[in-house]
């Protein structure tokens, strides 16, 4: 089936460090959102990227969106132990239907 | 408050028996989804519902049947013929918007079923 890319699939940092995951898509998204799932939990929302080029912010955490529209990242900068878990992309696709497709994941683990 | 509720949080089975998983909203959301989680990795589509009465079957749905009576409800049932059911489910819902903005998708706690 339809699948986004996400890489590292894993990541391991010392606490303090900067975290990076990417989210690839062959196709044009119409826009991105960004969950993050925290171990033995339920994905939850972060954010939703629409425009070509957008970057937004949440405190320590960035995220842009491609020129293309093909592409997004996440930046996590000086990770804390509460940064732990895994981050998703999703593309939501409505024409014709009305589902979320969700990328394979990074995994963060942050070491104290 | 407002939420989604998967019920219940740990369900063992025998093979050869369907189970069926709960999962009630009342944010008064149109669309409903279910997805399977397997141990580090990503979430895969089973089956999803825009609207009371009709659903559609999504990447992974052979052995799996589902159905939406309520708009409130969509259980989902993991049937015998499923090879491999032992996994993470997580239900979700979501406002359907026709526009370049998309509401996010808010999850249940998931329910972990283990077959044996």
Redesign the interface.
Known sequence: ???VMQIPQYQHVQEGEDFTTYCNSSTTL??I?W?KQRPG?????LI?L?KSGEVKKQKRLTFQFGEAKKNSSLHITATQTTDVGTY?C?E?I?SG?????????T?LKVLA | DGGITQSPKYLFRKEGQNVTLSCEQNLNHD?M?W?RQDP??????IY?S?IVNDF?K???AEGYSVSREKKESFPLTVTSAQKNPTAFY?C?S?L?Q?S???S???????TRLTVT
Do not use: C, M
């Open positions: 089936g339809q699948q119409s826009n959102q969950y939990g339920h994905p939850v929302f939703q629409v998703f999703a939501p409505t239907t009305y589902k979320y497709i969700f990328g394979t994941g995994r | 669309a989804y997805y580090g990795q990503g979430l895969r589509l999803y825009q559609q999504g990447d992974i997580l979700a979501t359907r026709e370049s903005y998309n996010p998708l808010h999850f249940g706690n998931g």
